[in-house]
């Protein structure tokens, strides 16, 4: 399955001047309101079908848009909404007007032309247009006109509702346990919260989701998406990009399959394919990947309004690819859990640290889209059994504590981890003040993080990422040994046995920055703890991250993130790119 080519839009001289239709008839031109192209008359649409439409292209009367921005238009002609759809590339916008190129050219032609000919019935009219599907507003039927029947039977019809806030980190754990289950809590709902639903009930359809000066147009297929388009045009999330951030491309070829397809009319996978550059199962992930990158994005909207309709085509010559929705959530969630430390996610965890969890008996199923590795599934099966605590299962896990924590997360997150007790009573505040529980306290304090950190890695005791620039490690190493300052207090005054233990802990973390601090010792410690693909992947997310950097005009951050990229996978690519950014040529 191939994606339709990203390709440039149509250059504007491909859209012809305008010309009357009859000597002393000066035509209207047609005007664009929201995702609706607007004719006064039958005459003016048959003038714009010879004068600019024949050549692909179309002018319309507009407030400013966006240039390069893909554009799903309904067309109505007079009274009549006709069943048309045009999909549309923005060329030129100017002095209020909009140049337009037509990507579906033939079959939007044919179906105009049938309409000219009165072989072509309308769809409805402006005063009852709302009372069906619209693929192009949000002003259509409130949520209340969904009903349990309809859900139980994924014969879902058109409503819109409103987008609540974004969850919060420590609410994606509870995920789970804030669902929607009730249709009528769709009326105002998170994007993360409508979608879980809609992939759970395994609706067929369009959801629509409209936020500030943003719009993804995503086709869901029982539980999968199929198809997503998103406005404005991101070329970081396009096809040809994708394949060349996972390698899969090169630039050289990248321009060979654009041409291809600008004279074939063949999408860019399709052309890519042909040329031999690239594997049809290479196409087929990049797609995937575009569906995840483009769904992430509008997770985190808070604001703005949705639609649902019923399923329609996508657009042109759109292939449909299915992303299962679980793997997209899991995506989005694992993206927000990365950036988090040990001490983070713990906090995340907070009493529940303590609780017994298992596994779901279908994890083996979801492993593929949820991409779980093969350590994840081993960590799953043997320590995540429904005996030991969270704290337990992760002490002494081959993934680390942190990821083997982060990991826990995604799956109560998900669901494919579930706590198998009850949660632990709020404990009760002590009321003594005496000296001698404070030093208990403090000493058993000490104990417990000598033991957490004596289970962690080097980069966890720093409380550092493990592909984290080796410059932060001073900073976060001082904040680590503040907390066993023996000159100060609590410690200055704690009885001898606290104080060992702070020496202790102090001793640990001496020896892991120690150890990160050299690089020859760093880079060796990181092949003990991570395989090739796991370093090579950090290299290429700390690769993008530079070349932002770098457009930013940040060359310090760059460079940082390029030395690390080096460290971690020391290609001749990586190390050009390092050159040049270090020679300001970046």
């Avoid at 909009?98 to 309409?115: C, E, F, M």
């Amino acid at each position: 399955p191939l994606e339709p080519s990203p390709l440039e839009p149509s250059p504007p001289e491909a859209l012809a001047p305008e010309s009357s239709t009859e000597a002393g008839s000066a035509p209207e031109p047609p005007r664009l309101e929201d995702d609706l192209v607007i004719f006064n008359h039958r005459q003016d649409l048959a003038h714009e079908m010879t004068a600019n439409l024949k050549n692909g292209g179309l002018f319309v009367e507009s407030e400013p848009v966006a240039i390069r921005s893909k554009r799903r238009l309904r067309v109505q002609v007079g009274d009549d909404i006709l069943p048309v759809v045009l999909e549309t590339d923005v060329v030129f916008a100017n002095e209020g007007r909009v140049g337009l190129s037509i990507a579906n050219t033939p079959a939007a032609q044919k179906d105009l032309q049938r309409y000219l000919d009165g072989q072509l019935a309308p769809d409805a009219s402006p005063t009852n247009a709302s009372q069906g599907p619209q693929t192009g507003g949000l002003n259509t039927l409130d949520v209340k006109n969904l009903n349990a029947d309809a859900v139980a039977s994924g014969d879902v019809q058109t409503f819109a509702g409103t987008l609540a806030q974004a969850p919060t980190t420590p609410e994606l754990l509870r995920l789970q346990e804030t669902r929607i289950e009730d249709p009528a809590q769709l009326s105002r709902v998170g994007t993360l919260h409508l979608c879980e639903y809609a992939f759970r009930q395994q609706w067929k359809g369009v959801l629509t989701i409209k936020t500030d000066g943003q719009l993804r147009r995503v086709w869901l297929h029982e539980g999968s998406v199929a198809y997503i388009e998103s406005e404005p045009y991101e070329d970081a999330m396009s096809l040809g990009r994708i394949l060349v951030s996972q390698k899969k491309l090169t630039e050289v070829h990248l321009r060979d399959g654009l041409d291809n397809s600008k004279r074939s009319g063949r999408s860019l996978g399709r052309s890519l394919v042909l040329l031999g550059v690239v594997k049809r199962t290479d196409i087929t992930g990049a797609l995937r990947e575009q569906v995840r990158l483009k769904m992430d994005g509008c997770f985190g909207w808070s604001t703005g309004h949705y639609e649902w309709t019923p399923w329609t085509e996508p657009p042109g010559q759109a292939d449909l690819v299915l992303t299962r929705g679980v793997g997209v959530m899991a995506r989005h969630i694992r993206g927000r859990l990365d950036h988090l430390s040990v001490a983070d996610v713990e906090r995340l965890f907070g009493r529940d640290l303590s609780r017994t969890v298992a596994h779901a008996s279908d994890v083996d199923q979801l492993a593929t889209s949820l991409q779980l590795a093969p350590r994840d599934l081993r960590f799953l099966e043997l320590q995540v059994d429904g005996t030991k605590t969270v704290s337990d299962a992760v002490t002494g896990s081959a993934l680390g504590r942190l990821a083997s924590l982060r990991l826990l997360a995604l799956g109560l997150g998900l669901g494919f981890v579930r706590y198998t007790d009850e949660p632990a009573p709020r404990a009760s505040t002590p009321t003594t003040t005496a000296s001698a529980n404070a030093e208990s306290r403090l000493t058993a304090k000490l104990q417990e993080t000598l033991k957490l950190i004596r289970s962690q890695n080097h980069f966890e005791r720093l409380g550092v990422h493990w592909s984290a620039h080796h410059r932060t490690y001073r900073a976060a190493y001082d904040a680590q040994v503040a907390d066993v300052d023996l000159s100060k207090p609590p410690l200055r005054d704690a009885p001898d046995e606290a104080k060992t233990v702070a020496r202790n802990i102090r001793v640990e973390l001496d020896a892991a920055f120690k150890a990160l601090t050299e690089t020859h010792t760093r880079s060796s410690y990181r092949k003990q703890l991570f395989d090739p693909t796991e370093r090579e992947y950090a290299s290429d997310m700390l690769v993008k991250q530079g070349e932002v950097a770098l457009m930013r005009g940040d060359r310090v951050q760059a460079i940082e993130c390029l030395e690390t990229a080096v460290e971690l996978s020391p290609t001749p690519r990586n190390r050009a790119l390092l050159k040049s950014a270090r020679d300001g040529r970046g």
